[in-house]
């Protein structure tokens, strides 16, 4: 597991930060925009982050 910076899409209502989650992988680069948005965190990746 691996943090990286947090970023959001359009998209979607919440921010990613970890690069094994696989809904965050799935989001093409230029769909990407950095930081969290002031959206809430993927599930997923405060799953995997541990929190």
Do not use: W
Request: aromatic fraction near 6%; include cysteine.
């Amino acid at each position: 597991m691996a943090k990286v910076q947090p970023f959001n899409s359009k998209n979607e209502p919440h921010y990613h930060d970890n690069d094994k989650c696989g809904p965050g992988a799935e989001i093409p680069q230029y769909d990407r925009l950095p930081g969290t948005g002031n959206k809430a965190k993927c599930k997923n990746c405060a799953k995997l982050d541990g929190d």
